[in-house]
């Protein structure tokens, strides 16, 4: 039972435009949740995050929105750079730090120049 | 920042021998870390919860005899594969939450191993 979905393994957007990656979730109790981005052969990289009492959270070109009625969160990266290019997990937390990340499946997302 | 380092970053051993992999948060302490193996075009597979000082949490599948953890210090978590097989070759990534508090995990930069 996947608690946390990614239910597009990938995406491509042209340099300059907007990138959307969506991300769905099944446990009511996730009151945190964040977006890491990876490239092949490395660890993931934290990117941005949200709480679950904020509805949006901004930095720089990176965007998260939360609507805990849909239990849907997305990532919006504006402009879109090809060094975006990497797959961008959505991850989710039901406790605090000690508590182990619920990790989606990922989506890859290339850039095209 | 956050920095979390894994050595080795690749290693090949033949199948049989066992294999230390070291998780190291540089510049914060990190009362939990955790274990992740992924494989191709998959997610990230969490193996075990690691907590400084106590034993490890595994996850429902992931052998504790064959992969064992140890956190002996609040910087230091070490996942080792014994009698490795080729079926354990992946990639193995660690994470930490850094012991002042935060949802966040940062991640080290992950180990490769293959088993001939």
């Known amino acids: 039972d996947q608690q946390v979905k990614q239910n597009s393994p990938s995406l491509s957007v042209q340099e300059g435009r907007i990138s959307i990656l969506n991300c769905d979730y099944t446990?009511?109790?996730?009151?945190?949740f964040l977006w890491y981005k990876k490239y092949p052969a490395e660890g993931p990289t934290f990117l941005i995050s949200?709480?679950?009492?904020?509805d949006k959270n901004e930095d720089g070109r990176f965007t998260v929105f939360l609507n805990k009625s849909a239990k849907h969160l997305s990532l919006h990266i504006v402009p879109s750079q090809p060094g975006d290019s990497a797959v961008y997990f959505c991850?989710?937390?039901?406790?605090?730090?000690?508590?182990?990340?619920?990790f989606g499946k990922g989506t890859r997302l290339s850039v095209i120049a | 920042g956050a920095v979390v380092s894994q050595h080795p970053s690749w290693v090949i051993c033949k199948s049989g021998t066992s294999v230390k992999i070291e998780c190291r948060s540089l510049?914060?302490?990190?009362?939990?870390m955790f274990w992740y193996r992924q494989f191709p075009k998959q997610s990230l597979m969490l193996m075990a919860t690691?907590?400084?000082?106590?034993?490890?949490?595994?996850e429902q599948g992931v052998e504790k005899d064959k992969f064992l953890i140890n956190h002996a210090s609040l910087t230091l978590s070490t996942l080792t594969v014994t009698s490795a097989h080729p079926e354990d070759s992946s990639f193995y990534i660690c994470?930490?939450?850094?012991?002042?508090?935060?949802?966040?995990?940062?991640f080290g930069p992950g180990t490769r191993l293959t088993v001939t």
């Open positions: 994470s930490a939450s850094k012991s002042t508090g935060g949802y966040e995990q940062y």
């Open positions: 446990n009511s109790m996730f009151d945190y």
């Open positions: 949200i709480s679950s009492i904020k």
């Open positions: 991850a989710a937390s039901a406790g605090s730090g000690n508590t182990p990340l619920v």
């Open positions: 510049d914060f302490q990190a009362t939990t």
């Open positions: 690691s907590n400084e000082g106590s034993k490890a949490t595994y």
